[in-house]
């Protein structure tokens, strides 16, 4: 498999994972107390959005990058 065709693939498959998910979620764990042998924490779950536009380019991207290898075959 070339190059590019594994490439565009990767790129289409980011750009339907984008449009699926939206957004990447993760968990942060905080100290909320800290006295002496008394320990708090408290898990902070954070989202980076990630907006569409991000995911129509990866996609568009890759099916052009899939049509051009084609071509060259």
Known sequence: MKTNTLFAIILI?????????QGISYTTREKAIDLGPLHLTTDKTRT?????IVGAISL????A?????RKKA
């Open 48 to 52: 980076l959005p990630l907006p569409p």
């Open 65 to 69: 990058l899939l049509a051009m290898a």
């Open 60 to 63: 568009v991207g890759g099916i």
């Open 13 to 21: 498959g980011v750009g339907i994972m984008a449009f699926a998910y």
